[in-house]
Each structure stands twice: as structure tokens, then as C-alpha cells.
């Protein structure tokens, strides 16, 4: 299996204020990654790392072999580096089609339609709300065309931000059989979730996270069963017991 993601003790944070703290990982190719941990961990704080928005203090970052760390994000994306932040719709008075088009504007011309119909195979759904204000998608709507709009970059890494947070249990499950789709296509996925429980059970493997450190690694199933992740983080919390 190739390696798509070399996190070398990485130590990222904002302004004067480290967060996240030596942290070491890989990710393998096509992988699904869990990364878990409660508020205030830092999971958003390593995506933003790894995307290249906040500040980076030291380790290395290397992406398909190469050292990315300070790389500014548009070069990241180029090679093929995706985020999806957390909270949805970026263009919520635009229609799914103008949207779309939107998310093509680092394509050149005649990439624009090959793109478009290759997102539009994997979400359906895009070309029956073709001329629906984004705005008025359903949550987990939103949340596909947000996956969209960086699907059509053809990134082969995928930061996913909490994306089933705030939606209904099915739609929810809908956004977790969408990333299984993507990483089926050779994607690699790393996603941070509100919704442990669900996020497991599509995951490859679990980082845990604890103030900024890894605390945790391993295969999904067996996180899953740890006795302390399962005490912290799958308990009788009803939205995570949802899926
Ligand atoms: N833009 C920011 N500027 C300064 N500090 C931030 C910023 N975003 C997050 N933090 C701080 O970083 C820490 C980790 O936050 P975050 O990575 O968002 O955690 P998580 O995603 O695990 O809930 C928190 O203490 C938070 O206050
Ligand atoms: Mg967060």
C-alpha cells in the first residue's frame, strides 16, 4: 500500500500559540481515517495544518513524497490537496449549477465540463436540484455540494471537517455512504466527526486527539471496542448513538 500522508511531529497553532503538538501520522492510499476528540482538541486546528491556513511551527508535512509545509494552500490544492471546512454552502444565492461552475474556476476551459459531469455521476442528486439555490438544499444537500465543489479538483486527499454535523440521522448516514464512495474511487479521506459512532464504522482507522497530542491510533474496529474511547466518546450521547 503507498503512503499519501507523512505527518512528521507537526506542531501547528495560531499567532504565538501552538495547538496541535508533535503530532505523527501516515495515511495510506484510498484510506477512510477517523480523527476523533473532544472540543477544543485541535481536530480542525491539524486539517487547517495540513491544508496550510493557520500557522506552522515545525515538523514535516510530506504529501505523495514531497515536503508540502510551506507551501501556501493554493499550491497544496494543486497537487491535489482538498478541504472542506466545517459549516456549509459557500454561495447559498447561487443555484447548484452556478455553484458548480464556481467551484471550476482553477480549471482551464475545456476541464469545466469533463469535470462537472464526473461529480455530477457520483451525486445524482446535483443535476435533479440543478437549478436549486444552494440555499434552499437540505443540510445534507449542502453538504454534498460542498464535497462537490473540491470533488471537482480532483483532490486525491480529502479533508473533511464534522461533515454530518447538525443533520438528521438519515442524512447523516447518506454523507457517510458518500465518503465511502469517494475513497472508492482511490481517495484518501481523513474526517473529523461529531458523530464517532457512524464515522467508525466507514473508517479504516482512528486518530484520537487529546489537548493537541495524539493519544490514540489504530484500526477503526479496534478503537471502536477500546473501553476508554468508548467511556469518552460513545456514550449515551444521543446524537452519537444516532447512526
Ligand atoms: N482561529 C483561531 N485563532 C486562535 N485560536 C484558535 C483558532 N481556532 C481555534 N483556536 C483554538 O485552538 C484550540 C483547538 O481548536 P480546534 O482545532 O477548533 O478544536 P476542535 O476542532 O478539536 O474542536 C482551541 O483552544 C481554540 O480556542
Ligand atoms: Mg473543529
Known amino acids: 500500500m503507498s ?12 499567532g504565538d500559540n501552538p495547538i496541535v503538538r508533535e503530532f505523527s501520522t501516515t495515511l495510506d492510499t484510498g484510506t477512510i481515517t477517523t480523527l476523533i476528540g473532544g472540543n477544543g482538541a ?11 491556513t493557520n500557522r506552522f511551527f515545525s515538523g514535516e508535512i510530506v504529501f505523495k513524497g514531497e515536503r508540502v509545509e510551506r507551501l501556501p494552500p493554493w499550491e497544496r490544492l494543486k497537487r491535489g490537496v482538498g478541504f472542506v471546512p466545517q459549516g456549509r454552502c459557500n454561495f447559498p444565492a ?5 455553484n458548480l461552475k464556481m467551484g471550476c474556476y482553477t480549471l482551464t476551459g475545456g476541464k469545466h465540463e469533463p469535470a462537472i459531469a464526473r461529480v455530477i455521476g457520483l ?8 437549478l436549486t439555490e444552494a440555499g434552499n438544499l437540505s443540510g445534507g444537500e449542502q453538504q454534498i455540494l460542498e464535497m462537490a465543489m473540491v470533488l471537482l479538483l480532483e483532490p486525491s486527499l480529502l ?46 482507522r482512528a486518530l484520537v486527539m487529546e489537548q493537541g497530542r ?15 474511547i468508548r467511556q469518552a466518546y460513545l456514550g449515551g450521547n444521543i446524537q452519537q448513538s444516532a447512526a
Do not use: H
Open 3 to 14: 503512503t499519501a500522508l507523512d505527518l512528521v511531529s507537526v506542531t501547528a497553532g495560531y
Open 42 to 52: 485541535g481536530k480542525s486546528t491539524l486539517l487547517r495544518a495540513i491544508y496550510g
Open 94 to 98: 447561487m443555484s447548484v449549477e452556478e
Open 123 to 130: 451525486f445524482p442528486m446535483l443535476r435533479q436540484k440543478w
Open 159 to 204: 479533508l473533511l471537517d464534522e461533515p454530518s454535523l447538525g443533520l438528521s440521522p438519515r442524512m447523516q448516514g447518506d454523507v457517510f455512504t458518500t465518503v465511502q464512495q469517494i475513497a472508492a474511487t482511490g481517495v484518501t479521506v481523513l474526517v473529523v466527526e461529531q458523530n464517532v459512532r457512524g464515522a467508525l464504522l466507514i473508517s479504516d
Open 214 to 228: 495524539k493519544f490514540m491510533e489504530g484500526p477503526a474496529a479496534e478503537v471502536r471496542t477500546d473501553p476508554r
